[in-house]
Each structure stands twice: as C-alpha cells, then as structure tokens.
C-alpha cells in the first residue's frame, strides 16, 4: 500500500517560516529521489526542491538560499524548511518521488492530498 501524507501548513506573515513534512510509505521513499512540489492557485505544479537516497539536494531557482529539503530514511520521511517566505510561495505543498510515483494499473501518478501554505500579511 502507498501512501504520501504532507502536513505543516498554515498561514503565515511574510518573511515567516514554516516546516512541511511528509510521511511516506516505505515502497515509495525506499532509494528514491524525493522532491517537494507546489501548485498555486489556477497554476500548474512545479517541483521546487529535490534530494537524493545519498542527500544531494537541488532547488528551483525561486526557492534557493530560503527553502530546505531533508530527509530521514529511517523514518521514510522528508521534510521541507521554508524561511523568508513570501506572498508568491503561496500553494498546495505535495511530496512525491521525482519523477512522480506512478500507479501502472490505475495508468496516472498517485499524489497525497497536500498541505496549504498561505503567505499573507
């Protein structure tokens, strides 16, 4: 069974912080690249940060120097620090492998319902 749950959202002032986290199943973490994604409101998702089994970490341009991507494989758990957020950085926050984990007999990629994050004053 695959599972992908996010949490640690909220609303938050810019310049605030926040941390996600997202518990995932073994099948999925297990020596896979994870990456944080984001979609914000009538736009598309993107992937704004990654890290590999080993820890190599890679982020978008958009992110870098204020977001950070750990994970903790023996909790099948990664994690995204988000500092000196802005009003841009709002969205719906999802884990995933990278690329997606893709469920072949239901032909599409599996995704976890998200966590919201809001930057407002």
């Known amino acids: 069974q695959v599972h992908l749950v996010e949490s640690g959202g909220g609303l938050v002032q810019p310049g605030g912080s926040l941390r996600l986290s997202c518990a995932a199943s073994g099948s999925i973490f297990s020596r896979n690249t994870m990456g944080w994604y984001r979609q914000p409101p009538g736009k598309q998702r993107d992937l704004v940060a990654t890290i590999t089994s080993d820890g190599t970490t890679n982020y978008a341009d958009s992110v870098k120097g204020r977001f950070t991507i750990s994970r903790d494989n023996a909790k099948n758990t990664v994690y995204l620090q988000m500092n000196s957020l802005k009003p841009e950085d709002t969205a719906v926050y999802y884990c995933?492998?990278?690329?997606?984990?893709?469920?072949?007999?239901?032909?599409?990629?599996?995704w976890g319902q998200g966590t919201q994050v809001a930057v407002s004053s």
């Open positions: 995933n492998t990278d690329p997606p984990y893709y469920l072949h007999a239901m032909r599409r990629p599996y």
